[in-house]
């Protein structure tokens, strides 16, 4: 392989790391590891409801991250 293959290849795998691992969050705790036959709306809706739970998670896991910057900045 080249150089510029090496590079193309590192650079898939990384988008498809961060992707992959999203989607395994999503599964493990919100539940959606089996699709049940319910129609594909419902599923559809409930994919969108799970990663937009996992939205406020990791907006969560930011905001209380930029909170306690605040406070520890304001204490000193």
């Known amino acids: 392989m080249t150089d510029d293959e090496r590079a193309k290849n ?4 990384r988008v498809r790391a ?3 691992h999203q989607f395994g969050i999503i599964k ?4 959606f590891n089996k ?4 129609g594909l ?5 409930r994919l969108f409801v799970a990663c937009a ?4 998670v990791i907006a969560k896991k930011t905001l209380l991250g930029r909170r ?3 406070l520890q900045g304001s204490c000193a």
């Not at 590192?10 to 795998?13: A, G, I, L």
């Not at 709306?41 to 809706?45: D, E, Q, T, V, W």
Request: avoid cysteine.
């Open 10 to 13: 590192r650079n898939k795998s």
């Open 18 to 20: 961060r992707v992959e």
């Open 28 to 31: 493990r705790q919100f539940g």
């Open 35 to 38: 699709v049940r036959y319910r």
């Open 41 to 45: 709306a419902k599923n559809a809706y």
């Open 53 to 56: 739970l996992r939205n406020l």
């Open 68 to 70: 306690r910057m605040e």
